[in-house]
Nanobody, 123 residues
Framework: QVQLVESGGGLVQAGGSLRLSCAASGRTFSSRTMAWFRQAPGKEREFVAGISWLNGYRVYADSVKGRFTISRDNAKNTVYLQMNSLKPEDTAVYYC????????????????WGQGTQVTVSS
């Protein structure tokens, strides 16, 4: 079972940038599809971005397209989320997740989750 630890959250002004990191333990990282989710207060958790282990294919939520970029470094067992042009509505706890599926969204079970990192964007 892979274990995930997020870092890089914080407080930033609107229009600013942050880079989140998710370090994974275990030997199976390179064969895991990775994703970022977020949950704002009073709202359901939502998918933000994902990257397939098979071919590096990426999927983004419409709300972050053109502003966020997901990437992975298999040598470092780490997945990143570069967040630019941040908006107050991006404020949430961001979670890293992993699945053995090659599919990123839909009927996919993410079976490993990090503890989350808080991102707060001030207006």
């Amino acid at each position: 079972q892979v274990q995930l630890v997020e870092s890089g959250g914080g407080l930033v002004q609107a229009g600013g940038s942050l880079r989140l990191s998710c370090a994974a333990s275990g030997r199976t990282f390179s064969s895991r599809t990775m994703a970022w989710f977020r949950q704002a207060p009073g709202k359901e958790r939502e998918f933000v971005a994902g990257i397939s282990w098979l071919n590096g294919y990426r999927v983004y939520a419409d709300s972050v397209k053109g502003r966020f970029t997901i990437s992975r470094d298999n040598a470092k067992n780490t997945v990143y989320l570069q967040m630019n042009s941040l908006k107050p509505e991006d404020t949430a706890v961001y979670y890293c997740a992993a699945t053995s599926s090659v599919v990123i969204t839909g009927r996919v079970e993410y079976d490993a989750w990090g503890q989350g990192t808080q991102v707060t964007v001030s207006s």
